[in-house]
């Protein structure tokens, strides 16, 4: 006689570790100057392969603040290293930077509280 088996809702790592595995390959890939950039890709990838997974939840909102902040990450690096022609992209390029700091510190801090990154509690 065959058997027939229930999909387990909770089949593989839970939606809040990923999201700390996804602030911590980006935290990695940003505060090493870019060596491990590989680290900020497989954020970006693995939080585009879960966005779905994460509907509904609170951790959608952290999967949309992390892509959102890569996305704008990329737009304004391009942008200072255009204007390092004219000697002011190093200073729009640290203001990037600390940025892109600011926004992985704000979101990890929410994921802690269970909150989505865009509260004002902080």
Do not use: C, E
């Amino acid at each position: 006689m065959t058997q027939a088996y229930q999909p387990q809702n909770d089949a593989g790592l839970p939606l809040r570790k990923i999201t700390h595995i996804i602030y911590a390959l980006f935290a990695l890939g940003t505060l090493s100057a870019g060596v491990f950039g590989v680290a900020i890709i497989a954020a970006v990838v693995l939080a585009y392969l879960k966005r779905a997974d994460a509907a509904g939840t609170v951790y959608a909102a952290h999967f949309d603040w992390v892509l959102s902040t890569f996305w704008w990450a990329v737009l304004w690096f391009l942008l200072s290293g255009l204007a390092t022609f004219i000697f002011v992209g190093w200073i729009t390029g640290f203001v990037a930077m600390v940025w892109l700091v600011y926004r992985i510190i704000r979101g990890w801090l929410a994921l802690f509280a269970l909150r989505p990154p865009t509260s004002n509690s902080y």
